[in-house]
C-alpha cells in the first residue's frame, strides 16, 4: 500500500500560477508512475498530467502548454507547476500512483481560479 500527501492547493485570480506537490510513503518502491486528476463539481474525475518512473510524461490536451509535472529525485514525490492558470480549472486535484497492486490515491487538495 502506497499513501499519498497533497499540499499546494489555494485560491488564485485567473492568470496567475500555484505548484502542487505530493509525497507518497509506504511500498514506494513499487510505483511505476505517479500523477494528477481533478474533479470539478458536478463532473467525472479526469487526468492532467502523469510521469513514469522512465521520464515520460503525459498531459491533457486543456493543460498542455501551461502545466508541467515533474518527479522528485527519490522518485516518492510529484510535482505539478500550474501556469496561466483560468477559472475552468477550479476543482479538487488528486495525486495518484500507479504500482504494482493498483492505484493509490490522496485525499486531495482544492484549487479554486477566481475570474
Known amino acids: 500500500q502506497v499513501q499519498l500527501v497533497e499540499s499546494g492547493g489555494g485560491l488564485v485570480q485567473a492568470g496567475g500560477s500555484l505548484r502542487l506537490s505530493c509525497v507518497a510513503s509506504g511500498r514506494i518502491f513499487t510505483i511505476n508512475a505517479m500523477g494528477w486528476y481533478r474533479q470539478a463539481p458536478g463532473k467525472q474525475r479526469e487526468l492532467v498530467a502523469t510521469a513514469t518512473n522512465g521520464g515520460s510524461t503525459n498531459y491533457a490536451d486543456s493543460v498542455k502548454g501551461r502545466f508541467t509535472i515533474s518527479r522528485g529525485n527519490a522518485m516518492n514525490t510529484v510535482y505539478l507547476q500550474m501556469n496561466s492558470l483560468k477559472p475552468e480549472d477550479t476543482a479538487v486535484y488528486y495525486c495518484?500512483?500507479?504500482?504494482?497492486?493498483?492505484?493509490?490515491w490522496g485525499q486531495g487538495t482544492l484549487v479554486t481560479v477566481s475570474s
Open positions: 495518484n500512483a500507479d504500482t504494482d497492486r493498483g492505484s493509490n
